[in-house]
């Protein structure tokens, strides 16, 4: 199960009832974090989740509205008596404006790594994550992620007996490791049926539409987007700021092939997005208006 919550959905500036820019996700005792605006603290304490178990940071990019909460967040978790490294990802020159941050935070009890982004995509391995960045279209440089567990195959009990593999060694074929006895070698694939639907979710702000984030997002079980602007009367300040309005959204997750799509990241002058969910709807029906501590568990289907 994968647990995820849009912190904060607020672009720009916070607003009494709408924190700036943050999501965080928890599977299997690790919790990342995409982007940390300022409040984001406070939604995670309002949610009720810990900042202890936070491992993994993704930054999409460097405006304050998406990472001005971090020093205070990071001295928390230095109060919480966390010792375990953080991995910090971001686009290049993360460490550099990481370190700038901390000149208020000097002193921390972990150790920070970090990753930089610089090619068009990257694909990580993170704390059971399959972790994909790509870059959009902002005024600066700007990744979404897509954020995946991967599920494999079940184990055939039958052709493990067949074959007369030794139970001892079932379990080393099902972490995908080869055994090799008296001269005899065992592979995964001799008793691991193929590859499960995992899980996807996928997390895109600060874009105009691109034919990227429909090719990154496919297939998500989660599609979060920004939708700053309703108001057709907005659409040159789209343009020239390069955000997305909500009805474009929408057609990136229509031709993505999500289940689901959260609005989020609204211009302080988009009061009630809910008002344009109508004609969202009409290019894809399953869109939603994201909001402070809006959540869901997401589930292995089974097969």
Same mark, same amino acid.
């Given at each position: 199960?994968?647990? @995820?919550?849009?912190?904060?959905?607020?672009?720009?500036?916070? %607003?009494?009832?709408?924190?700036?820019?943050?999501?965080?996700?928890?599977?299997?005792?690790?919790?990342?974090?995409?982007?940390?605006?300022?409040? !984001?603290?406070? /939604?995670?304490?309002? *949610?009720?989740?810990?900042?202890?178990?936070?491992?993994?940071?993704?930054?999409?990019?460097?405006?304050?509205?998406?990472?001005?909460?971090?020093?205070?967040?990071?001295?928390?978790?230095?109060? /919480?008596?966390?010792?375990?490294?953080?991995?910090? @990802?971001?686009?290049?020159?993360?460490?550099?404006?990481?370190?700038?941050?901390?000149?208020?935070?000097?002193?921390?009890?972990?150790?920070?790594?970090?990753?930089?982004?610089?090619?068009?995509?990257?694909?990580?391995?993170?704390?059971?994550?399959?972790?994909?960045?790509?870059?959009?279209?902002?005024?600066? !440089?700007?990744?979404?992620?897509?954020?995946?567990?991967?599920?494999?195959?079940?184990?055939? @009990?039958?052709?493990?007996?067949?074959?007369?593999?030794?139970?001892?060694?079932?379990?080393?074929?099902?972490?995908?490791?080869?055994?090799?006895?008296?001269?005899?070698?065992?592979?995964?694939?001799? @008793?691991?049926?193929?590859?499960?639907?995992?899980?996807?979710?996928?997390?895109?702000?600060?874009?105009?539409?691109?034919?990227?984030?429909?090719?990154?997002?496919?297939?998500?079980?989660?599609?979060?987007?920004?939708?700053?602007?309703?108001?057709?009367?907005? *659409?040159?300040?789209?343009?020239?700021?390069?955000?997305?309005?909500?009805?474009?959204?929408?057609?990136? /997750?229509?031709?993505?092939?999500? *289940?689901?799509?959260?609005? !989020?990241?609204?211009?302080?002058?988009?009061?009630?997005?809910?008002?344009? %969910?109508?004609? /969202?709807?009409?290019?894809?029906?399953? !869109?939603?208006?994201?909001?402070?501590?809006?959540?869901?568990?997401?589930?292995?289907?089974?097969?």
């Amino acid at each position: 199960m994968l647990d @995820v919550c849009l912190l904060g959905c607020s672009g720009m500036m916070p %607003l009494p009832r709408r924190w700036l820019t943050a999501l965080m996700t928890r599977y299997n005792g690790s919790s990342l974090l995409i982007d940390c605006g300022e409040g !984001t603290q406070i /939604a995670i304490k309002n *949610k009720g989740w810990s900042f202890k178990p936070i491992d993994t940071i993704l930054f999409t990019h460097f405006h304050a509205d998406h990472i001005s909460g971090l020093p205070g967040l990071l001295l928390t978790m230095g109060n /919480a008596d966390r010792t375990e490294d953080l991995t910090i @990802v971001g686009p290049e020159g993360v460490e550099k404006v990481v370190n700038s941050l901390r000149i208020i935070a000097p002193e921390l009890p972990f150790k920070i790594n970090f990753i930089e982004v610089k090619d068009e995509s990257e694909e990580l391995s993170i704390n059971g994550y399959k972790i994909t960045a790509f870059k959009v279209n902002h005024n600066v !440089t700007c990744y979404g992620y897509s954020v995946e567990i991967e599920r494999k195959g079940k184990f055939d @009990v039958e052709r493990a007996e067949s074959k007369k593999i030794p139970k001892k060694y079932w379990n080393s074929l099902q972490k995908g490791e080869t055994v090799t006895v008296d001269g005899e070698t065992f592979t995964p694939d001799m @008793v691991m049926g193929p590859d499960r639907k995992g899980l996807k979710v996928t997390y895109c702000t600060d874009t105009r539409p691109t034919r990227k984030i429909p090719l990154y997002a496919k297939e998500s079980d989660l599609f979060i987007c920004e939708g700053m602007y309703g108001e057709k009367e907005k *659409k040159a300040n789209a343009l020239k700021n390069k955000h997305m309005m909500i009805n474009e959204a929408a057609d990136m /997750a229509r031709q993505a092939g999500v *289940k689901e799509m959260w609005l !989020t990241h609204y211009s302080p002058s988009l009061v009630r997005p809910e008002e344009y %969910l109508k004609e /969202a709807r009409k290019i894809f029906p399953e !869109t939603y208006t994201g909001k402070d501590g809006k959540s869901v568990d997401l589930n292995f289907s089974e097969e």
